[in-house]
């Protein structure tokens, strides 16, 4: 993929900014990126990453309850302390585990977001992009009944019926 400005290097910076839902996707050179003024730093690592994400938020007492916070996982042996010192966890379990501290961040971190949603892929064919919507539409219709929300289900299922149509 070549540049998208001076359409002649090879882009290697990949920029993707979401605004009110609305994906722009930028493709530069190194060259093109610093003389806009995009600050480029090669391999970031992803604790690195993580640790400038967990440096705007709320202090750990603010997050972590005293009991939560000395609280360790059965099956890895990973505690909250390690978790704020490396912003990784050591297992799946950990987010179970130490659920009630970790929303906080993953709600802050997507949008408020706290269920993984996935991506299908481009190439995809239309079925399989159909069995998906159709999947997450039962998942909001599950949700909205157990709300008691019985207009949006009553939509939902609507919806519903005329996919499967």
Known sequence: MYCQICQKNEATIHLT????????????CEQCAQEEGVAVKSHLPINELLA??????PSDDELFS???Q???CPHCGFTLD???????????YDYEVFE????????RAHDGKTSHRGKV???????TKKQVELMSLRRELE??????????????????NQFEK
């Open 17 to 28: 900014e979401i605004n009110d839902g609305v994906r722009n996707e930028m493709h530069l």
């Open 66 to 68: 005293g009991s939560e």
């Open 82 to 92: 390690q978790f704020t010192k490396k912003a990784v966890l050591g297992c799946p």
């Open 121 to 127: 892929p481009s190439k995809a064919s239309k079925d």
């Open 100 to 107: 009630k501290s970790l929303l906080p961040l993953i709600k």
């Open 143 to 160: 949700t909205a009944i157990k709300s008691e929300d019985y207009e949006l289900a009553a939509k939902l299922r609507d919806k519903i």
């Open 70 to 72: 000395e609280s360790i």
């Open 52 to 57: 400038n994400l967990l440096a705007t938020q």
